[in-house]
């Protein structure tokens, strides 16, 4: 008698008590071509030893499951479980079960293992691993399947030291050892400062001012500081002291103000060690003090203490882009940046995760590409931003580059084309590539006035041209790199007052970008037919999955005056906040959407494609066929719900 195959998902996180009770509760079932499931049969998990089984709902194809007599193509049998009840979105948008069933039909003569789904049920309750990997829940499936990613490339059988690793960056950064807490007057001179440094043994002290400190003008040009960040709150430093001794000051007479630095960055003690990271990689600081819900500093987080405890090395990278003296340095950090992302995935760490970190890695690239290029007026007066994936933070590897400089009004220099040009093509040294749509700064149309730029964005409402709904696409997804951010902020508030004086049915024809591909779910279709054919149908994944969510997600975040957030994790949150989705659906999208983007990124590190956008079906395990399948169908009812929303089958 056949048995299961305790090697392969879900059964391989088994123990043997389990194992021995599926095999208890596990028989052959045989079906002839066109044979199909009863009713009565959808209380069973099924395995498909051999043939070809086709699920189907009414009239509408949904999934083909393969046996082993197809495997030589495949990494391993196919399974379903027939007791899944179909999901469907109501008149209002909210998701619900269906009252309808599934249908299996045997495409030609199978065999089957048929597992009793209340045995399965009762291992569930008690090993959350093989409830994860059979959850009703896309997002639970899917959170299983990084994990297995992870877990693999990891070459371990260890879920629980897996998990660790995958979890690391999520936790809060109390779970990291802070350095005490020592505060002196703003008045305090710099040898008592110096005093409490050596009998505490730190390389700082706090400096407390009873007064709000203004930011000096030479400050405000160069500086980031977050709207909520403590203006008189300012740290000490002996790199200070050292400063104060070069130009001869009398520490015993010298106050503190005069060397600390205010208006400093902190960051709450129930925030996650990766925000930390985040923070010290973009605001490039080295200490952060940590703050409770009333505002009282509880301790102060080191970067040296950071990297020990994560143990990986973005402060390192960032540390070699800051001191990048020329194009040769800058190239070395940038490849760091590619070891980096590699190394993170065999990690196990969530895409989303690395995403994130290398948009702030990248953005100091840029950062340090322009001082290098631009003289420091120029910097002053302009601002340098990243749009499309790179400005969602959903850019993981060096695909073409959507850049934009923005001018001030008035400010003019002879040599700015020269600057911009120069700017776009040192990337491309970098392996940042050109892009073919030529949304770069160094053609004109990127590279403009603020008043230019309104007019232009004014225009691009109108809709008067098909190029218009792209480049309004990039412009919101606008994201700060250096230079004066207040001028994007004033690109920003256009934008909404564009939006407001645009004609009310824009935004329906802007979302009908996200169908322009087609439906998409009969992928599983073509495939089939390829089995022991040479030619090759890949899936395209920013056509199929990615493109369709982010820019529907796009155009509902316009639609709700959504400007300020440029990621689609973010929009989604602002999206449950306005009421347009709940919490659940938007976690299914984003949870699929980071799907879409694992995928690409195991394309990109295995192979030399710089798109990076094919996945062949035949090289993806059956539980990544499962993920896929389901990510698809997510996208799927997305774009029905685009259609009702926006009336999009009317005209």
Not at 187 to 210: E, P
Not at 382 to 405: F, K, P
Request: with cysteine; glycine share 4%.
């Amino acid at each position: 008698m056949p048995q299961l195959d305790f090697t392969q998902p879900p059964f391989d996180v088994l123990s043997a008590d389990e194992r021995l009770s599926v095999k208890k509760h596990t028989q052959v079932r045989y079906l002839a071509k066109d044979d199909s499931l009863a009713v009565d049969d959808l209380q069973y998990f099924f395995v498909v030893l051999k043939g070809q089984i086709e699920q189907r709902l009414g009239d509408e194809f949904v999934a083909t499951y393969l046996g082993n007599n197809h495997t030589k193509h495949l990494n391993s049998n196919d399974w379903f479980d027939s007791r899944r009840t179909p999901e469907r979105t109501d008149k209002n948008g909210e998701m619900g079960h269906s009252p309808e069933y599934y249908q299996f039909c045997a495409v030609e003569d199978s065999l089957l293992l048929q597992v009793d789904g209340s045995a399965i049920d009762k291992i569930g309750a008690q090993n959350y691993l093989v409830r994860q990997l059979l959850s009703d829940k896309l997002s639970e499936r899917l959170k299983a399947l990084e994990l297995r990613r992870s877990n693999q490339a990891a070459g371990t059988n260890s879920y629980t030291a897996q998990q660790e690793v995958q979890q690391i960056l999520l936790q809060p950064v109390t779970d990291v050892t802070l350095l005490p807490v020592h505060i002196v007057a703003a008045s305090s001179s710099l040898y008592q400062a110096t005093r409490i440094m050596m009998d505490a043994g730190l390389k700082h002290v706090l400096v407390r001012s009873s007064e709000h400190i203004k930011m000096r003008q030479s400050e405000v040009s160069h500086s980031v500081v977050p709207p909520k960040s403590d203006r008189t709150l300012g740290l000490l430093s002996d790199h200070d002291i050292c400063r104060a001794v070069s130009d001869q000051k009398d520490p015993a007479t010298t106050p503190c103000l005069d060397y600390a630095s205010f208006n400093l960055h902190t960051i709450k003690d129930k925030s996650e060690i990766g925000d930390a990271l985040l923070m010290m990689t973009r605001y490039r600081i080295h200490r952060l003090p940590v703050l409770d819900d009333s505002d009282t500093v509880i301790g102060v987080l080191a970067q040296s203490d950071l990297i020990a405890y994560v143990g990986q090395h973005s402060q390192l990278i960032s540390m070699e882009i800051e001191h990048a003296q020329d194009m040769s340095s800058l190239d070395k950090a940038v490849e760091l940046i590619g070891r980096y992302i590699r190394a993170q995935q065999q990690n196990g760490v969530k895409v989303s995760v690395v995403s994130r970190m290398v948009q702030q890695l990248n953005a100091q690239v840029f950062t340090k590409l322009w001082q290098l290029i631009a003289p420091k007026e120029v910097i002053e007066n302009t601002c340098v931003i990243v749009m499309g994936s790179e400005g969602r933070g959903e850019q993981i590897m060096r695909t073409d580059q959507d850049n934009a400089l923005i001018i001030r009004d008035g400010f003019t220099h002879p040599d700015l084309e020269k600057f911009a040009d120069t700017f776009n093509q040192q990337l491309s040294v970098l392996g940042y590539p050109l892009c073919d749509g030529h949304i770069m700064m160094n053609n004109p149309i990127w590279r403009h006035s603020i008043s230019d730029f309104k007019a232009q964005i004014s225009l691009w409402f109108k809709n008067t041209d098909p190029m218009h709904g792209i480049y309004l696409s990039s412009i919101l997804d606008g994201e700060y790199v250096c230079g004066d951010r207040e001028l994007l902020a004033q690109i920003r508030a256009h934008l909404q007052v564009a939006h407001m004086r645009a004609d009310p049915m824009f935004v329906r024809h802007f979302a009908r970008a996200a169908l322009q591909f087609g439906d998409v779910g009969q992928w599983w279709q073509k495939f089939v037919p390829l089995i022991g054919k040479p030619t090759r149908r890949d899936v395209d994944l920013k056509k199929s999955g990615l493109f369709p969510l982010v820019h529907g997600i796009r155009a509902l975040a316009l639609e709700h005056n959504i400007f300020e957030v440029t990621s689609t994790k973010e929009r989604l949150k602002a999206l449950v906040d306005a009421g347009m989705f709940n919490k659940e659906r938007a976690e299914t999208l984003g949870e699929a959407l980071e799907f879409f983007m694992a995928q690409r990124l195991a394309v990109a590190l295995a192979t030399d494609d710089k798109y990076a956008r094919q996945v062949d079906p035949i090289t993806l395990s059956a539980l990544e066929r499962d993920a896929l399948k389901e990510c698809l169908a997510v996208v799927k009812s997305f774009k029905y719900e685009l259609t009702q929303h926006y009336q999009l089958e009317i005209g």
